[in-house]
């Protein structure tokens, strides 16, 4: 058979979704890869942790978080994916948000907790959607371009401009805007994504 050209996707039917979900994975990406990732200067630098209390924080988030995110895929499908994105990206809005903003040792640990489980648990929810939107012969297709090609620059370039801000403003103030990403990435689910839970992949995969 002849080879399938990388941008064969761009030709069809799913255009127009490849292009949602790249930016909705993009926009998710801004804010968890941050999130976590610069935590411990935040703790450490605005808020005079030390860095045991920083990995004992970090700790109790990881252990409290993880039986959290194996609920999520059954969360999923019980409630479906749309309100499933509802409830998980707002989780991780507010837990991004206040693990930046709070002052205490304990309620910093707390929304760090909830933002240890909203940039693990978003994962399944857009993963679920690149699953059921597309069909299987462009499925792996579908997520290479939604996924490692539009969205990754988001995964990329959110830290070097939290750090570019953080070196004027803090920590706090550089990352915890990064929330902006899934709140947009909700917004456009809620507009642009269909209810996939329950239905038949005919239903939910033909562009």
């Known amino acids: 058979p002849a080879r399938r050209s990388p941008f064969a996707i761009f030709h069809g039917p799913h255009r127009k979704r490849v292009l949602q979900l790249g930016l909705i994975w993009f926009l998710t990406y801004a804010c968890s890869n941050t999130a976590i990732s610069f935590w411990k200067e935040f703790a450490v ?3 005079g942790f030390t860095d045991g209390q920083v990995g004992a924080s970090l700790t109790i988030a990881a252990v409290v978080s993880l039986p959290l995110v194996f609920g999520a895929g059954k969360l999923l499908d019980r ?3 749309r309100k499933g994105a509802v409830v998980i990206f707002l989780t991780t809005i507010v837990g991004v948000w206040l693990a930046y903003t ?3 040792r304990w309620a910093l640990t707390g929304a760090l907790t909830l933002g240890v489980f909203g940039v693990s648990a978003v994962l399944p929810v857009l993963n679920a959607f690149n ?3 597309f069909p ?4 792996g297709e579908a997520f290479a371009w939604t996924n490692n090609l539009l969205g990754r620059p988001g995964y990329v370039l959110a830290p070097l401009a939290v750090g570019y801000v953080a070196e004027t403003h803090g920590w706090g103030p ?3 805007p990064t929330v902006l990403g899934p709140l947009l ?3 456009l689910i809620l507009l642009w994504l269909p209810e996939t839970a329950g ?3 005919e239903e939910t995969a033909g562009g």
Do not use: S
């Open 45 to 47: 630098g605005d808020r």
């Open 79 to 81: 409630i479906g994916r």
């Open 102 to 104: 709070l002052e205490g």
């Open 131 to 133: 699953t059921e939107l």
């Open 136 to 139: 299987t012969e462009t499925r």
């Open 174 to 176: 550089a990352v915890g």
């Open 185 to 187: 990435a909700l917004g």
């Open 199 to 201: 239905k038949e992949l």
